[in-house]
């Protein structure tokens, strides 16, 4: 769960309807869908990033035929993490034969969260307590790569979510964050406090990913951003680097 999508130029119309999906790479198609952004990779099979809430498969279906390709060409769903705007549509696709989907392992763990469950403790899993069950998901773990882009590379961000990962294709340096990141008022900056499991954790996983060599962010509630990504990221994590001294110092 994240920030509410900005206006790019993928854009619902006025009647309401998804507009065509925008190639932000060779190959990767971003879909914008309700509260959320996903993205299509278009290669001999296809592959979505997150698949939107209950309900996106029909938007999803028509966003694929809108660039000549057919949904019986999914193959995979890598979702970033547990949340239902994110994960919340992909059992409609599991159904579905020859689809495969992927989470973290430890956001597959919190699945089974029921609203009974939050209920007695009140909390943040209500965000995941709405994401439809998916029975039989491949587990990812950190460092995993899968076949796609050249060597799609897992890297677990843990925070916003205990499985939260960012997906990182080395050859064009596009990182896909999920929500480990926002862009709030044009500014990048760490992932949400009002949605995050645990925010310390989250914040501190930046250095992670300011380890990479980046070309493009690529967000699930804002446009994508080529601008000195490295920059950002290495910005970023001396800010956590600094937060993280001040609390070890506060606790001496």
Excluded: K
Excluded at 56 to 68: F, K, L, P, T, V
Excluded at 149 to 177: K, M, Q, W
Excluded at 227 to 242: I, M
């Amino acid at each position: 769960m994240g920030g509410r999508s900005t206006a790019s130029s993928g854009q619902v119309r006025a009647d309401g309807r998804v507009a065509p999906p925008t190639e932000i790479a060779p190959n990767v198609f971003e879909i914008l869908l309700r509260r959320v952004r996903v993205h299509l990779i278009a290669e001999q099979a296809l592959t979505l990033i997150d698949a939107g809430l209950p309900g996106s498969s029909g938007a999803i279906d028509r966003a694929i035929r809108a660039i000549g390709r057919e949904p019986s060409e999914i193959r995979r769903v890598i979702c970033t993490h547990g949340h239902f705007d994110h994960a919340g549509g992909a059992a409609e696709l599991a159904a579905r034969d020859g689809v495969d989907v992927l989470m973290h392992s430890a956001d597959l763990a919190i699945l089974p969260t029921t609203l009974v469950d939050v209920a007695r403790r009140p909390g943040r899993r209500l965000f995941v307590a709405l994401t439809p069950r998916l029975d039989g998901a491949t587990p990812l773990d950190d460092g995993f790569e899968l076949p796609i882009l050249g060597g799609l590379r897992v890297v677990h961000v843990p925070g916003h979510t205990p499985g939260s990962i960012c997906l990182y294709a080395p050859e064009s340096g596009l990182l896909f964050v999920g929500d480990a990141l926002q862009a709030r008022l044009g500014r990048v900056g760490f992932a949400s406090r009002l949605y995050s499991d645990d925010w310390n954790m989250a914040r501190a996983s930046v250095q992670r990913m300011a380890r990479l060599d980046v070309h493009t962010i690529v967000f699930s509630h804002y446009p994508p951003r080529g601008d000195d990504a490295n920059g950002t990221l290495r910005r970023l994590a001396a800010e956590a680097e600094v937060a993280e001294a001040g609390m070890r110092e506060g606790t001496r």
